[in-house]
């Protein structure tokens, strides 16, 4: 591969600089990208992990930063049933380090700012395991649908999506997170070997053009950030400019930041005390499994002076109510409908109406006012009003965020991967039913357990397919 001369030259003395081995840096952009995927906890116990990977084919080959990744021999496929279940997400295996170094616990409220597509922001939302926040912010409008798509697919109930600039979330938002990720846009260096556009990306824009940007989004960050919360800071770029020097400079104008040193990981370059940022992390390409990767993990001091901004505070916020649907009406009609469908009883703490819809939001509504919301939480489904009564209609989200051992026996047609039926449903086609199935209403299909959508059993044992068109294999 042709690189470009300015970035040999700056290359080589990064290299010296910190005492990194060299050899054989330039000649891996010839080499073959690693592949891996990440597989979903939510959905997948460890101790299921080895079937997992027998069923898609694949050889037990953990990526040693991540205690969800493995690489992979294949290109993993938009048209695996396991993939449409949200079992596993495709991943480069370099960018599965940052959410794993950022240590999300249960509760936390947790910020990804530059999120799509959403490799980073669903482990995220995994290791919330339903409890806290995760707002996943993407400020182009069209990666903020396919973040859309992988956090529903993946089945997070407790994201809320949005599709705003930095500096707008920085004003709302003030000391509120406990953690943020900042996956930033970078020069992307460790997409050499991967997208052929990107050494002339590179050479167009480079790291001049994304530097002020990333200065930028740091700051913004720093606003959000409560006193004693942390912060991880990562690129899929080399340059020190992009990375340690960011860092460097972020924390000369705030003193009150310190780097979180990371015990050794296999595969991964830790700075040491003399490196220029000791406890920053690297994955080189020649060195290591993966593309390439920086990551830092900073901690903000207790005492740091932050604004923050209460919720009395912010301008009120109504969903839009239309008093044909009934709030306390069709709040009974979702809960009548899960009874039907799992054997425990919905949660329904930030249950609220938008006309029709319903949604189980997981943030006070006042902070969300005037933004761009994409996603308000659980979009569970919509409300049917008739003269006598109402109707919930699931939504194909809700489907996704089930638990196998939850649903009801006759309320699941569990499928095998060889079964006709299960392409057949994904392309959108009418099923037959199982015996022990109900014999009318709302069924799930899924995959060896995993649900995948729902269906609507008729008497004569057929299954109406309610997979969602834009989903549908063709």
Known sequence: MRLPEEFVEYMDQCFQRNGVERAGFYESFDADSFKGIRLNRSKVESSAYAGVLTSLNEKIDKVPWCDSGFYTENESSGNDPYYHAGVYYPQDPSAMLPAQVMGVKRGDKVLDLCA?????????????????????????????????????????????????????????????????????????????????????????????????????????????????????????TFGEREDEERIIEFMERHRDYEVIFHPEIEGVTHGGSNHILPGSMRIWPHLSRGEGHFCVHLKKSESAETETYKPEKLPSYRMKRDDNYGFGKSRDAFVSFMKEITTEKPDLSGFNMNKENIHLMPIDPRYLSGLKVVKFGLFPGSIKATTTERLFIPSHSLALTLKRELIREDSLLSLTREDPRLTRYLKGETITADQGLKKKGYILIGVDGFPVGFGKVSPDGSVKNLYPKAWRLI
């Open 116 to 236: 799509a597509p959403g490799g980073k922001a669903t482990r995220l939302g995994e290791d919330l395991q339903g409890e806290g926040l995760l707002i996943a912010n993407e400020i182009n409008e069209n990666r903020a649908k396919a973040l859309l798509r992988n956090v529903e697919r993946m089945g997070l109930t407790n994201t809320v999506i949005l599709n705003e600039t930095p500096e707008r979330l920085a004003d709302r938002f003030k000391g509120f997170f406990d953690k943020i990720l900042l996956d930033v846009p970078c020069s992307g260096e460790g997409m050499f070997r991967k997208d052929p556009n990107a050494v002339r990306s590179w050479e167009r824009f480079g790291p001049d053009t994304c530097i002020p940007l990333q200065n930028l989004i740091l700051e913004c960050a720093d606003a959000m950030l409560r006193p004693g919360g942390e912060l991880v800071y990562s690129t899929c």
